[in-house]
């Protein structure tokens, strides 16, 4: 317990700072496709950058490994932070760090419980929007039969793409450009699934008060009524037993008297 609450702690004090990392990764990713033709100096400082956010993350994961109770519960529970943190190692290409660094962020976000459902789906159309058009831009730009040439035709496409419209004036040439556009559908279907299951939900939740309510309101009628039926009953009894003459006929009886009685003398 003492070792999960240490873990907990950690997760809690280095979300930001990963966090902050991840931004810094996303200006190092965009600044070399965004402008090639920069000095190489700022190239190489740029990919030093990545590979410092993607240690970051590697580090983050061990520690975590370290204080988890359960190493190997851990490790089977968390298997994609292994595979983000070990998937740069088998080929270390930049596509694949962005890949990484995308996986492991999601990851720390969704640990956030002050994260909402609408937050967190924003921050994934914004981030696989950019990240998409940065990476078809950098494998697509130089493809000799590529239509992708600049930024703005990137993000459309990105656009078009996860949106599942593909109105075809630009489209992937190359093998990775296509990975990414299926990437890009099949991210963009299950994000407008969870749009949409949340808005459902959202009226079938609604919809249940509203029932719940007429159910409260129909149980205090039916009570009132029953209520009134027992008060009716308890005037019935306190008004008149069975030998009881009601007193409206007491009256009726004594008009209804022969006009030719006299009364007696003494």
């Not at 093998?175 to 407008?192: D, E, N, P, T, Y």
Request: proline share 5%; charged share 20%; aromatic share 8%.
């Amino acid at each position: 317990m003492k070792e999960t609450s240490r873990q907990l702690l950690w997760e809690r004090r280095s979300q930001t700072p990963l966090l902050l990392l991840a931004v810094a990764f996303a200006v190092a990713y965009a600044v070399p496709i965004v402008a090639p033709d920069a000095e190489p100096s700022v190239h190489r400082a740029c990919a030093y950058a990545e590979w410092v956010v993607w240690g970051a993350f590697a580090v983050d994961y061990l520690v975590r490994l370290g204080l988890a109770r359960d190493r190997l519960h851990f490790v089977r529970t968390h298997w994609l932070d292994l595979a983000a943190v070990v998937l740069p190692l088998v080929q270390p290409l930049r596509l694949l760090r962005l890949v990484a660094t995308l996986m492991l962020v999601g990851r720390r976000a969704r640990m956030a419980p002050q994260i909402r459902l609408t937050t967190y789906v924003a921050g994934a159309v914004v981030g696989l929007l950019m990240f998409g058009s940065l990476a078809v831009l950098s494998v697509e730009r130089d493809a000799p039969d590529g239509n992708i040439r600049n930024l703005g035709d990137a993000v459309w496409w990105s656009f078009t793409t996860m949106t599942t419209v593909g109105y075809g004036d630009h489209s992937p040439t190359t093998g990775l450009g296509r990975v990414l556009a299926v990437g890009l559908m099949l991210s963009g279907i299950a994000l407008l699934g969870v749009v949409t299951a949340n808005i459902a939900a959202w009226f079938i939740a609604r919809f249940e008060r509203d029932d719940q309510v007429e159910r409260l309101q129909l149980a205090a009628v039916l009570e009132l009524q029953a209520e009134v039926r027992a008060l009716r009953a308890e005037v019935a009894l306190l008004g008149g037993g069975p030998g009881a003459v009601p007193a409206p006929a007491a009256a009726r009886s004594v008009r209804e008297e022969p006009a030719g009685a006299t009364v007696p003398r003494s």
